[in-house]
């Protein structure tokens, strides 16, 4: 009898981690930069092709402002890593945190806080995760790469009443000096 309740346990803790590795495999899957119509597709294939009047960057978006018509991102650079070049930039800045990687797949570097302005082009492609959609935090729904306008985007980044979107990471494309891309880089 203490046999066969042994191997119910360990059959029950057995599938309890098949299940969180499911989880945790699922999460890392289904987030933008790992989706299959995701930034860091669009990043890996247009590096080899990218012009050399633009550049591809994460930061975080610490402000929106208007200025004679045109809009601008005061953002915060940072460094974004994923998967196993995440795990490695974590050992190596949390040696003893006795964790063997990157919490959730991920990790944020941002030794500066060092904020730069850059343009909009008013015809700016906005992808987006998650927003408040209808006022509900219900509403508040993952919808992967989900296009909205970019007067939309102003909109959404000013109402923080549910979700406050400067909290994300934005991966930014500028060319000619605007920015041509914006896509909101969700967190687990």
Same mark, same amino acid.
Do not use: C
């Given at each position: 009898m /203490?046999?066969a309740?042994?191997?119910?346990?360990l059959?029950?803790l057995g599938a309890a981690?098949?299940?969180l590795g499911m989880?945790?495999?699922?999460t890392?899957? =289904?987030?933008p930069?790992?989706a299959?119509?995701? $930034?860091d597709?669009v990043? #890996?294939?247009?590096?080899?092709s990218?012009?050399?009047?633009s550049?591809?960057? $994460?930061?975080?978006?610490?402000?929106?402002?208007?200025?004679?018509g045109? =809009?601008? =991102?005061?953002?915060? /650079?940072?460094g974004?890593y994923q998967g196993t070049?995440?795990?490695q930039?974590?050992e190596?800045?949390?040696p003893n945190?006795?964790?063997?990687g990157?919490?959730?797949?991920y990790y944020i570097v941002?030794?500066? /806080?060092?904020?730069?302005k850059v343009?909009?082009?008013?015809?700016?492609?906005?992808?987006?995760q998650?927003y408040d959609?209808d006022?509900?935090v219900?509403?508040t729904?993952i919808?992967?790469?989900?296009?909205v306008?970019?007067?939309?985007?102003?909109?959404?980044?000013?109402n923080t &009443?549910i979700?406050d =979107?400067s909290v994300?990471p934005? &991966?930014l494309t #500028?060319?000619?000096?605007?920015v041509? /891309?914006? #896509?909101?880089?969700?967190?687990?």
């Open positions: /203490k046999n309740a042994k191997q119910w346990k059959r029950l981690v098949a299940l989880i945790v495999l699922a890392y899957l =289904l987030t930069a790992n299959e119509e995701s $930034t597709s990043q #890996v294939s247009a590096k080899g990218q012009a050399a009047n550049e591809m960057f $994460t930061a975080y978006v610490d402000d929106l402002q208007q200025e004679n045109k =809009l601008y =991102l005061v953002v915060d /650079k940072i974004w070049e995440a795990d930039i974590f190596q800045r949390n945190s006795g964790i063997d990157a919490p959730d797949g941002n030794d500066s /806080k060092e904020q730069e343009e909009v082009s008013p015809n700016a492609e906005v992808l987006m998650l959609h006022g509900t219900e509403g729904n919808q992967w790469n989900e296009p306008t970019l007067s939309k985007f102003e909109s959404l980044y000013d &009443h979700l =979107l994300f934005y &991966h #500028v060319q000619d000096g605007k041509i /891309k914006i #896509v909101q880089q969700y967190i687990p």
